[in-house]
């Protein structure tokens, strides 16, 4: 059974930085795609950052320059490190996984965590 769980969400001001993190157990990380996926209050489940199996990445517009995920295989945790962090940044944020090619669309994604928040105050 797969099962995907974030940490690391909380309350930051404007500027500020959080990391967050997903581990896996039921599947390896190395093996898969994975992507961080933010949903706001009211609005749709947006796509933030992605990486495949080989390490590229991909990111959404708002957030290049300012996020980076990452993987550590020894420890089956993939990370989103968010710097400068805006008010536009509110929100659950989410990890999903699959065994397909990494892609910006959430309907792709077979496997997910069950999110965690972040605020940022301005």
């Known amino acids: 059974q797969v099962q995907l769980v974030e940490s690391g969400g909380g309350l930051v001001q404007a500027g500020g930085s959080l990391r967050l993190s997903c581990s896996a157990s039921?599947?390896?990380?190395?093996?898969?795609?994975v992507a961080w996926f933010r949903q706001a209050p009211g609005k749709e489940r947006d796509f933030v950052a992605a990486l495949s199996r080989s390490s590229s990445t991909w990111y959404a517009d708002s957030v290049e320059g300012r996020f980076t995920i990452s993987r550590d295989n020894t420890k089956n945790t993939v990370y989103l490190q968010m710097n400068n962090l805006k008010s536009e940044d509110t929100a659950v944020y989410y990890c999903?996984?699959?065994?397909?090619?990494?892609?910006?669309?959430?309907?792709?994604?077979?496997?997910w965590g069950q999110g965690t928040q972040v605020t940022v105050s301005s």
């Open positions: 039921g599947l390896i990380f190395s093996t898969y795609s």
């Open positions: 999903a996984s699959d065994r397909g090619i990494i892609t910006r669309s959430a309907a792709n994604y077979d496997y």
